[in-house]
Structures are given as structure tokens and as C-alpha cells.
């Protein structure tokens, strides 16, 4: 026992350990039986008043049923901690299957996430078409599932300085592709010269 559990096969690995655990309850029980019929508990003794032997109880059988149960208990702590090791894998798995999916969905069914509230004359983002009102679905790399309050835009357009970038805007009922250069020199603050705020 001891196994280490991955989140990949959590759920089946629960499955087996239930299983199991089932099979470990079913034989205490049997072995509890076993003394119960003998009219002996686990720690009564197997000896009489002077020291000999019991001879009222099937020592062999007491023996080795006792035994057996401080086994299969040590057995049964064992797996109930594996059982709660795969259902923490399970939670794991089924929370990070939720974030994929919505970084999943952020990619193929983008939906806005920022909007241009000005844009300067002859800015970068003037020369790309971007107009005050537009609505950012995609920056690049950058979509609804990852733009961490626009701080992941921010670092996108410093590291992407005299590079082309692919815009993609929501203006009114059209979707467009813009191709965004973010510069220096170009006589006004920043490398885009917009202003671009959370959309809300």
C-alpha cells in the first residue's frame, strides 16, 4: 500500500480502494464473529485463574482471528487515507478540467474583455484602425481567460515592442482583425497611444 495517486487516474483509483476497503470490512466483521462465538473479546484473556490454557474456547481459532483483525485494522487505516488521497486528487483534477475549459472557452468562443475608451492622432493604434468604443476580444496571445485585469496585456505590448500584433475587435455587429505595432517615437506617450480599460 502507499501508492503514490495522480489526479489522472484518481477516480478509478478510488473505485479499486472502495472496493477494497468493502472487502477489508466484510472479513472484520467475519473475524468478529469468530470471537463472538468463542464469548471472547480482543484483549480477554486465554489463560484461566491458575495460568493453564483455556479450554472452553478454540485457542487456534481465538489465535489466530486476533491476529488477523489487528492486521486487517492497520489495513483499513491504510486505505481509508489512500481513499482520502484520491478524492483530494479527484477535487484537483475536476478543478483544473474547469479552468481548462474556461481558458477553452476564452480561445474558441472569445468574448470581449477591454475597450478602447480614446486614441491619440498619429499613434500606433491610430495607424491600426483603432477607434475609441472598439471592444478587444483577442490582443495577441492575450483573451478573456488571461489578461490577469489587463496586466498580462500590459507586459504582451512591452515585450512585443516593433512587432506586428494581431488585434481582433468587436465594433458594433462587425469583428475585425487589426494589425497593431506597438513604438516609440511616435510623438506621444506609451507604444500604443490608446487609452484601454477593463470591460466591465
Not at 487515507?81 to 484520491?86: D, R, T, V
Not at 474558441?108 to 500606433?124: E, G, H, K, T
Amino acid at each position: 500500500m502507499g501508492n503514490e495517486i495522480t489526479p489522472k487516474s484518481a477516480e478509478l483509483t478510488a473505485r479499486q480502494l472502495m472496493g477494497q476497503k468493502d472487502a477489508i470490512e466484510n472479513e472484520l466483521k467475519e473475524l468478529e464473529q469468530i470471537l463472538k462465538g468463542q464469548g471472547v473479546e480482543m484483549d480477554e484473556p486465554l489463560v484461566d485463574e491458575s495460568g493453564f490454557p483455556r479450554d472452553d474456547i478454540d485457542l487456534v481459532a481465538v489465535r489466530t482471528a486476533r491476529s488477523k483483525l489487528i492486521s486487517l485494522r492497520n489495513d483499513h487505516k491504510d486505505i481509508m487515507k489512500q481513499i482520502e488521497e484520491a478524492l483530494h486528487a479527484m477535487h484537483a483534477e475536476n478543478k483544473a478540467n474547469k479552468e481548462d475549459k474556461s481558458v477553452e472557452t476564452a480561445i474558441n468562443r472569445p468574448r470581449p474583455f477591454a475597450i478602447v475608451n480614446s486614441v491619440a492622432p498619429d499613434s500606433p493604434a491610430r495607424e491600426a484602425g483603432l477607434l475609441k468604443g472598439d471592444e478587444i476580444t483577442r490582443f495577441g496571445s492575450i483573451h478573456s481567460g488571461n489578461h490577469q485585469k489587463l496586466q498580462a496585456l500590459n507586459t504582451y505590448v512591452v515585450d512585443n515592442e516593433g512587432k506586428s500584433i494581431n488585434v481582433t475587435i468587436e465594433r458594433g455587429k462587425e469583428k475585425l482583425v487589426l494589425q497593431l505595432t506597438p513604438k516609440r517615437g511616435w510623438g506621444g506617450r506609451g507604444l500604443l497611444g490608446c487609452h484601454i480599460s477593463l470591460l466591465k
